[in-house]
């Protein structure tokens, strides 16, 4: 019998409001280059060996994401459009349920839009490998440990703090397991995927390394910055030509 042929999957998050951005529009819509932010996040992925996306957005969002991203664009792997739910954790678990049939999915936030072809690949075959992965990047500042009053209680070894990005990479069942035992205990407190894996599984995680442009969109400042890599890639690509 003709082994079954193991299958990965993304799901895009891009069901934030994004507040802090000063503005009417959603952080994954603003326009970079004539182009919305989510675009170039998708446009990576469809590159990648990745063998499908599902994109998590606002219910009231789903026909314009449709008309005006998947179908303007030509996404073919984007397989369905999913409604997110009140918090992030809440969304990736209804992206998770889109994709019963995967082996492995790669989580990532829409608002980071230098994610790039070739980093989704290592992610996949690290995840492979590993069973649990998560895109890092080591530390350049010292970081430093409060405590409730504001005054500080810890300093850690700069060595060991990485800060974590996206895409973040699991088995399925090894995640899928983690946020059902998240929505079992009705725990508001994970922040990301690796927290719920870790939390509710045990299972070790391996840091893979990322990219420092590799920058979330969160505050008008980001557009600038992700503007500025954005051009410098675009500068690199027709050097290329």
């Known amino acids: 019998m003709e082994k079954r042929q193991e299958k990965t999957a993304?799901?895009?998050?891009?069901?934030?409001?994004?507040?802090r951005m000063n503005s009417n529009v959603q952080k994954q819509y603003l326009l970079i280059y004539d182009k919305p932010v989510i675009y170039f996040a998708l446009k990576a992925f469809e590159e990648s060996k990745v063998d499908e996306v599902?994109?998590?957005?606002?219910?009231?969002?789903?026909?314009?994401?449709?008309?005006?991203?998947?179908?303007?664009?030509?996404?073919?792997?984007?397989?369905?459009?999913?409604?997110?739910?009140?918090?992030?954790?809440?969304?990736?678990?209804?992206?998770?349920?889109?994709?019963?049939?995967?082996?492995?999915?790669?989580?990532?936030?829409?608002?980071?839009?230098?994610?790039?072809?070739?980093?989704?690949?290592?992610?996949?075959?690290?995840?492979?490998?590993?069973?649990?992965?998560?895109?890092?990047?080591?530390?350049?500042?010292?970081?430093?440990?409060?405590?409730?009053?504001?005054?500080?209680?810890?300093?850690?070894?700069?060595s060991l703090v990485w800060l974590i990005q996206t895409p973040q990479s699991f088995q399925y069942k090894i995640v899928l397991e983690a946020y059902q035992k998240r929505e079992e205990a009705n725990d508001n407190t994970v922040t990301d995927d690796a927290m719920a894996v870790e939390k509710y599984t045990h299972r070790k995680?391996?840091?893979?390394?990322?990219?420092?442009?590799?920058?979330?969109i969160t505050t008008p400042e980001d557009m600038l910055l992700a503007q500025a890599f954005l051009r410098e890639k675009l500068k690199k690509s027709e050097i290329n030509c």
């Open 54 to 158: 599902v994109l998590v957005t606002g219910k009231e969002d789903i026909e314009y994401c449709r008309r005006e991203i998947i179908e303007k664009y030509g996404f073919k792997k984007v397989s369905g459009l999913v409604a997110g739910g009140k918090e992030r954790f809440d969304s990736v678990y209804e992206g998770l349920k889109a994709v019963p049939d995967c082996d492995y999915v790669l989580i990532h936030d829409g608002a980071r839009p230098l994610i790039t072809p070739e980093l989704i690949n290592e992610n996949i075959a690290c995840v492979k490998t590993t069973g649990a992965c998560v895109t890092a990047v080591p530390s350049k500042d010292t970081v430093k440990i409060a405590d409730e009053e504001g005054y500080i209680r810890d300093t850690p070894s700069r």
């Open 10 to 19: 993304a799901i895009v998050l891009a069901a934030g409001s994004g507040k």
């Open 205 to 216: 995680i391996r840091l893979l390394m990322g990219d420092y442009r590799n920058i979330k």
